[in-house]
């Protein structure tokens, strides 16, 4: 099971916009596809800090096109999502 991530580095003006367009992407395909409860998007970092946002397998299985569009690259499953936030989509 194939997780995702996408780094924001402070003061990236692009990438604040990359990843405000790549929520609002992924918000309207989990509503096109029935709203799966294992479609989730996690924050790590805050503002001013570099920020990690993870995607989960099932919005690697359901929206890889759209992760490829914004350059989310794989990676190993996070070691914990407890200090994380949710993203609400």
């Known amino acids: 099971m194939q ?4 780094i924001l580095f402070p003061d990236d003006d692009v990438g ?3 990843i405000k367009n790549l929520i609002e992407d992924l918000s309207q395909r989990f509503r096109e596809s029935n709203l ?3 479609f ?3 924050l ?3 503002s ?4 990690h946002y993870f995607f989960t397998p099932k919005v690697s ?3 890889k096109d759209i992760l490829g569009t914004y350059r989310a690259f794989p990676v190993s499953a996070p070691e ?4 994380m936030r949710q993203i609400v989509l």
């Open 3 to 6: 997780w995702h991530m996408f």
């Open 16 to 18: 604040e916009m990359s």
């Open 36 to 38: 799966p409860p294992e």
């Open 40 to 42: 989730k998007v996690y």
């Open 44 to 46: 790590e970092g805050a």
């Open 48 to 51: 001013g800090v570099e920020r």
């Open 61 to 63: 299985e359901l929206a």
């Open 80 to 83: 914990s999502i407890e200090n």
